[in-house]
């Protein structure tokens, strides 16, 4: 069976782009509005000959706080019981939020491989903002930009290393 990665933060740190720039096509509804992708998308992706699927979670927005926080929790419990590797996306533009921390504790404690994301890394004045994500205990922060696909091919090569 081929491995399964599943891409996981909280709403708009930019999973979907993510999603479609792996996958090579545009599968995944990318929105401003945080939250937009309500049900999970699964395909099929390579990175230098090795196959795996890939997975896209949503959540549902929520006005409330807690909820928004319990979605968020939920679709990382599902994706953990699922993959192999999870690729934990974060927003580099944005820092360290309450989510991010919540995830990270979910993650760490399932103790599955975690290839952290920086994303919206445009440009590489903003590289200095990705160092502030080693505090968040899940290792080495990459970063990437699902905008101008830069980044993904070492983060890719990071994710099939646990394969
Ligand atoms: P999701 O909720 O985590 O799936 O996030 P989306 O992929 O829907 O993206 C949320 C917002 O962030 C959208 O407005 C995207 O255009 C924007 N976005 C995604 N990736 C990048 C990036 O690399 N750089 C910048 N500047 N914006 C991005
Ligand atoms: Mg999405």
Do not use: C
């Not at 401003?32 to 390579?46: C, H, I, N, Q």
């Not at 230098?48 to 926080?69: N, Q, R, V, W």
């Not at 004045?125 to 290792?139: A, N, P, Q």
Request: glycine share 8%; net charge negative; hydrophobic share 40%.
């Amino acid at each position: 069976a081929n491995p399964v990665v599943a891409i996981v933060g909280r709403p708009n740190v930019g999973k979907s782009t993510l999603f479609n720039r792996i996958v090579g096509e545009r599968l995944a509804i990318v929105e401003d509005v945080p939250g937009v992708t309500r049900d999970r998308l699964y395909s099929k992706a390579e990175w230098l000959g090795k196959s795996f699927y890939l997975i896209d979670t949503g959540g549902i927005a929520f006005d409330d706080h807690d909820a928004l926080i319990d979605s968020i929790r939920h679709q990382a419990e599902l994706a953990i019981d699922e993959a192999d590797v999870i690729i934990f996306v974060v927003d580099g533009t944005v820092g360290i939020t309450e989510e991010d921390q919540s995830v990270a504790r979910m993650l760490f404690r399932s103790k599955k491989p975690i290839v952290l994301a920086v994303n919206k890394i445009d440009n590489t004045k903003r590289l200095h903002d990705i160092y502030e994500f080693y505090s968040l205990g899940v290792g080495e922060p990459y970063p990437v930009s699902g905008a101008h696909a830069t980044g993904i091919g070492d983060l890719l090569d990071e994710v099939i290393k646990h394969f």
